[in-house]
T-cell receptor, first 112, second 112 residues
Framework: RKEVEQDPGPFNVPEGATVAFNCTYS??????FFWYRQDCRKEPKLLMS???SGNEDGRFTAQLNRASQYISLLIRDSKLSDSATYLC?????????????FGSGTRLSIRP | NAGVTQTPKFQVLKTGQSMTLQCAQD?????MSWYRQDPGMGLRLIHY???????DQGEVPNGYNVSRSTTEDFPLRLLSAAPSQTSVYFC???????????FGDGTRLSIL
């Protein structure tokens, strides 16, 4: 089992739709969580951090479920500009070392 | 407001050549890292550093060396380029390992 797994893409949804991605992690000692977006042939850019109580930034909502070991990203009223690959990132502790693990990404395509 | 600067942006090498990919950040970040990203795949960690004078191996370190003589700079050296090292290379930095990372624009490297 991969340490961090994301929903397989691609997701193809109409403009204005709500779409949600999940990302599961295997290490219960994981400490910090992030969502990044990556446009084609560009560098990943931080979308938002994920906090235990859940957090919202405009149309984007991130949730953390420690009991089931997953994080989620919800995009409401999707725009054409939301088309990108979304990467989840988990920072986990293994023995005495910390490890940053990127998911392989979920492709989202918004159609007019 | 430079952030993370990578040079060069593009490079073509012949098998067996060596070269250094440069990475510099002006945010006084302690944590720096190098990733490679192959088509359709996620980011794979090559090497990382938690501060000047300290480096460690990531997931795919073979064929690469790093050093961290200053907080600002974290060069990645290809010792003897091989076609399997054709990839996009990203450098990233963050204040600490727990914080979100800032990425450079990437270096697109082709080995013939």
């Amino acid at each position: 089992r991969k340490e961090v797994e994301q929903d397989p893409g691609p997701f193809n949804v109409p403009e204005g739709a709500t779409v949600a991605f999940n990302c599961t992690y295997s290490n219960s000692a994981s400490q910090s969580f992030f969502w990044y977006r990556q446009d084609c042939r560009k560098e990943p850019k931080l979308l938002m951090s994920v906090y235990s109580s859940g957090n919202e930034d405009g149309r984007f909502t991130a949730q953390l479920n420690r009991a089931s070991q997953y994080i989620s990203l919800l995009i409401r009223d999707s725009k054409l500009s939301d088309s990108a690959t979304y990467l989840c990132v988990v920072n986990s502790w293994y023995s005495s070392a910390s490890k940053i693990i990127f998911g392989s990404g979920t492709r989202l395509s918004i159609r007019p | 407001n430079a952030g993370v600067t990578q040079t060069p942006k593009f490079q073509v090498l012949k098998t067996g050549q060596s070269m250094t990919l440069q990475c510099a950040q002006d945010m006084n970040h302690e944590y720096m890292s190098w990733y490679r990203q192959d088509p359709g795949m996620g980011l794979r960690l090559i090497h990382y550093s938690v501060g000047a004078g300290i480096t460690d191996q990531g997931e795919v370190p073979n064929g690469y060396n790093v050093s961290r003589s200053t907080t600002e700079d974290f060069p990645l050296r290809l010792l003897s380029a091989a076609p399997s090292q054709t990839s996009v290379y990203f450098c990233a930095s963050s204040a600490t390992m727990d914080q979100p990372q800032h990425f450079g624009d990437g270096t697109r490297l082709s080995i013939l």
